[in-house]
């Protein structure tokens, strides 16, 4: 796409080990990311068949501003969601997007199923399927080391991989990129272990020869400077995420106990700050992102008599924290570290993992479950217990387990506690009891994420309840972020990219035509098409039902009617039907 | 007396590569890192330590000027050489006498990529992991 007129998409298929190449000028005008990803998804998916079907895609796509502008770092992958049968749509950072602009495609689409387990090596000259059967259970961390001894171009090299939970079939297996950011949400992980898909390496080193070189200059030097000495990145640099514990904890908005409350006696010892102070080792970054949010932090632990000590160094952020910490009563960074280290290893979505243990845990507290199911029993605050269920639940050898690893909504329905399993439509709940804008903001989102629109940031932010105002901000939030997600801006720096930075910089890589109004209208074209695609899938939002427990227990803006809940929902899927009419 | 560049900052290195990618497109007019005449790697993974590996900037006893038969590497004032691009014969010799491996090869110009002691990617390292001296 980069200074050309069509969209470069590299197709692979598993089944007959063969590829194409398509130039796609069509997809051009939608700018990259989302916007082609929900294109080659809606041409290539089988809706009537089932999410881990050989024959269902996974496309991937980088954006027009991919790894040439600071903090443009994300790569969106789009494929049928095994958790929720619907839309699934999940974006990571690390250096894969800026190894597939080097490689010289703006997208890939993967179909079929190799017979025995492999792995994808992509470089600009070749793509090539190589045999990974010695891979078989291998953890995330091995199978990086293993590849890395393997493929050349260390420093412009992305590795993909999943864990043994994806080859299980774990519903919200995750795909680990380049062993600090993952496709998380929606079980990409599951699909690559449908496809005896265990890791893809991508490389590349093609020239790419600036076009306007004082253009391109001096947008750069206003990108880097926004990103790097104003206030807006400051918060995702220095405690990053993991900021919010305390504020959220304060508003009583911090998802605690399987949210039979929403503040934690602990919050201050899992906070951003005692993480910093604490564990806190080292910060990196997304290959081209200036600002460096990836919190590393280690533990040790000491394996024998002698001051014999084991160290081990771990990725955190909020959503983390919430999940593994408050959520199932953890109350130190030291137990909190040891699960994601688990859940990372393992291969699974954390924040979907932790929801699915803390309704286990209510449910076994109430009687629901017994320890017939559950093989070790599951207590708030047990650390030591929960790392043994994340390995039975990524083993997936009793049947518990495997309705465990379908998610906490399917778990629910088999055993009971429907009312208090913390999901929303499907998708386990993000780490935001703020009020009617997280909670409406993920039931109709496109994937039901916290960051389809950011809902929670509108509790925080207005004084006075609206429905009509929270149903309209939350829409035109949707589809901005479309465009955004189109160019694959990392959702930190949105406040970075506005509307006339965006424009600025396209027009300095030669995007001369485009102007504010196309980009409204691109935005919404996108969204209609994973409307579409919603509809094919045969997803209803007004069929939706929310679990008791977010009624029961009060937000940081009071007690949620599930009467009001229900209404916004119905205004909101009003809006996307007269969308779609136009 | 010209300054160089030096790297000894590299243990607060977050990995951005905002370094590469300035060098090169003001060096080489190239959006490319590899391009680029500082390189930024791990030592096993990302979960390793991020080193750079640029021109050290000798003084006096310059193996690659000496390497050069076409003499396109001139002592540069302050340490390394100045490029002289139409004296070049593409041979390589100057990337093998490096022994900091610091000379690159544009495969496209068949020309070296060598730091020039410019200093642009000191304005665009967002700690303090390079400097010039």
């Given amino acids: ?582 | 007396m010209g300054k160089i560049l030096k790297t000894d900052g590299m243990n607060i290195c977050i990995g951005c590569f905002s370094c590469m990618h300035i060098c090169a497109a003001v060096n080489l007019k190239n959006h490319s890192i590899t391009k680029s005449a500082i390189k930024i790697r791990t030592s096993g993974g990302i979960e390793g330590r991020f080193f750079s590996t640029v021109c050290l900037g000798c003084v006096e006893e310059i193996a690659c000027a000496e390497a050069c038969p076409s003499a396109a590497l001139e002592p540069r004032d302050g340490g390394g050489v100045n490029f002289i691009h139409d004296k070049c014969i593409g041979c390589r010799k100057c990337t093998k006498a490096c022994i900091a491996n610091a000379i690159f090869f544009d495969e496209d110009t068949k020309n070296p990529i060598i730091c020039k002691h410019c200093g642009v990617c000191v304005q665009f390292c967002p700690h303090e992991c390079l400097r010039m001296e």
């Fill in chain 1, 1 to 582: 796409m980069l200074y050309e007129n069509y969209v470069k998409v590299l197709y692979i298929n598993l089944t007959i080990e063969k590829i194409h190449v398509e130039l796609r000028e069509d997809l051009k005008k939608y700018l990259g990311g989302v916007g082609v990803a929900s294109k080659l998804l809606e041409e290539n998916l089988k809706p009537d068949r089932d999410a881990l079907d050989e024959n269902q895609p996974i496309v991937f796509a980088i954006g027009a501003l991919s790894s040439i502008f600071p903090v443009i770092t994300k790569t969106v992958a789009m494929f049928k969601s095994p958790l929720t049968d619907e839309l699934g749509e999940s974006y990571a950072g690390g250096r894969m997007a800026m190894t597939m602009q080097m490689a010289g495609y703006d997208a890939i689409v993967i179909i079929g199923k190799k017979k025995r387990l492999t792995y994808l090596s992509i470089d600009s000259h070749d793509v090539s399927f190589m045999d990974a059967r010695a891979f078989k259970g291998v953890k995330t961390n091995l199978i990086g080391r293993l590849i890395r001894d393997r493929e050349p171009g260390a420093g412009k090299r992305s590795i993909l991989r999943i864990g043994p939970a994806g080859e299980n079939g774990v519903k919200y297996a995750s795909v680990c990129v380049d062993t600090y950011r993952h496709f998380g949400r929606l079980g990409l992980g599951a699909v690559f272990g449908s496809k005896n898909l265990k890791a893809i390496s991508i490389t590349g080193d093609r020239s790419m020869p600036i076009q306007n070189l004082k253009d391109y200059l001096l947008a750069y030097r206003t990108l880097y400077k926004k990103a790097t000495t104003t206030e807006l990145m400051s918060k995702y640099h220095d405690l990053g995420t993991s900021v919010n514990v305390e504020p959220l904890n304060a508003a009583g908005a911090l998802p605690t106990y399987n949210l039979k409350q929403a503040s934690f006696e602990a919050a201050e010892a899992i906070s951003g700050e005692a993480f910093a102070v604490n564990n806190l080792v080292r910060k990196i970054a997304c290959t081209g992102c200036p600002v460096g949010c990836i919190h590393v932090g280690q533990y040790r632990a000491e394996f024998d008599q002698g001051y014999e000590y084991e160290s081990v160094s771990v990725g955190y952020d909020y959503e983390l924290i919430f999940s593994l910490g408050s959520f199932l009563g953890i109350d130190n960074p030291k137990d909190i570290l040891r699960l994601i280290e688990a859940v990372e290893e393992a291969g699974m979505d954390a924040m979907s993992t932790g929801v699915c243990l803390g309704w286990a845990t209510e449910a076994f507290e109430k009687g629901i479950l017994s320890i017939n199911e559950t093989v070790i029993p599951l207590i708030f605050g047990n650390a030591t217990n929960y790392l043994a269920a994340i390995d039975l639940l990524c083993e997936q050898k009793t049947e518990f387990y495997q309705y465990l690893g379908k998610g906490v909504k399917k778990a629910a329905q088999k055993y009971g506690g429907e009312e208090f399993a913390m999901a929303i439509a499907g998708n386990e709940m993000a780490g935001y009891h703020t009020g009617y804008g997280s909670l409406i903001g993920a039931a109709v989102g496109a994937r039901h994420s916290h960051l389809c629109n950011g809902g929670y940031s509108f509790d925080q932010g207005t004084k006075e309840f609206d429905k009509q105002k929270l149903v309209d901000a939350l829409f035109d939030e949707e589809v901005e972020r479309c465009m955004l997600n189109s160019l694959t801006i990392c959702l930190f720096a949105r406040k970075v990219y506005d509307r006339e930075t965006i424009l600025m910089a396209m027009k300095s890589i030669g995007w001369d035509a485009l102007s504010n109004d196309e980009l409204t209208s691109v935005s919404k074209e996108i969204y209609k098409t994973k409307l579409r695609l919603k509809k094919s899938l045969g997803f209803e939002l007004n069929a939706i039902k929310l679990p008791d427990r977010f009624f029961n227990t009060e937000s940081m803006n009071g007690t949620l009617e599930s009467t009001v809940a229900y209404e916004l929902i119905a205004m909101f899927n009003q809006k996307n039907e007269e969308l779609l009419l136009t």
